[in-house]
Nanobody, 124 residues
């Protein structure tokens, strides 16, 4: 069974920090790129960050660059999204996704497997 489970969401004050986790099981972790996406009420789902499987290449949306950091713990089959200096506009349901790509990653879609999401709410 392929499964991605997000955790770590919650309520945080503007300027604070939060770390999201994506636990992956059911497929070969090293064969897949992992992406983080988010969706706010009334908005389309948007890419946040991604990390490739082969060399750990990363990509960030302009809105989160220098504030968020994605990392990959291969020993525990877990990908993290460290969120620093959060803003109210970061409020959304955050999803992780897996794509069978080794050499690069994309925040523009194409992911095969998706988690159920975790809610992040940033108060002003």
């Amino acid at each position: 069974e392929v499964q991605l489970v997000e955790s770590g969401g919650g309520l945080v004050q503007a300027g604070g920090s939060l770390r999201l986790s994506c636990a992956v099981s059911g497929f070969t972790f090293d064969d897949y790129a992992i992406g983080w996406f988010r969706q706010a009420p009334g908005k389309e789902r948007a890419g946040v960050s991604c990390i490739s499987s082969r060399n750990g290449l990363t990509y960030y949306a302009d809105s989160v660059k220098e504030r968020f950091t994605i990392s990959r713990d291969k020993a525990n089959n877990t990908v993290y999204l460290q969120m620093n200096s959060v803003r109210p506009e970061d409020t959304a349901v955050y999803y992780c996704a897996a794509d069978r790509t080794k050499d690069y990653c994309s925040i523009f879609g194409g992911y095969e497997y998706w988690g159920q999401g975790t809610q992040v709410t940033v108060s002003s």
